[in-house]
């Protein structure tokens, strides 16, 4: 099972995926914003959205994981 974790402080302005849904390794899954700039998070490895641990609005710390892959 494979994490996504955010990379830095910030708001999770947009999930760009779904559950279900097959990603690749690379693909930007969730959209932070923080101090006024947007800052993708893309997927470290191919998988399929099991679970998005976040909801649009919420803020998240630097290591916080986002959604988890199988």
Known sequence: MNQIVATMA?????????????IEEGQDVVILE????????AA??????KEIHVQEGDF??????????E
């Open 10 to 22: 910030g708001n999770v302005w947009k999930i760009v995926v779904s559950v279900g849904e097959k």
């Open 34 to 41: 923080s101090m006024k700039m947007e800052i993708p998070i």
């Open 44 to 49: 470290e490895a191919s998988g399929v959205v």
């Open 60 to 69: 998240v710390n630097e290591g916080d994981i986002l959604l988890e892959l």
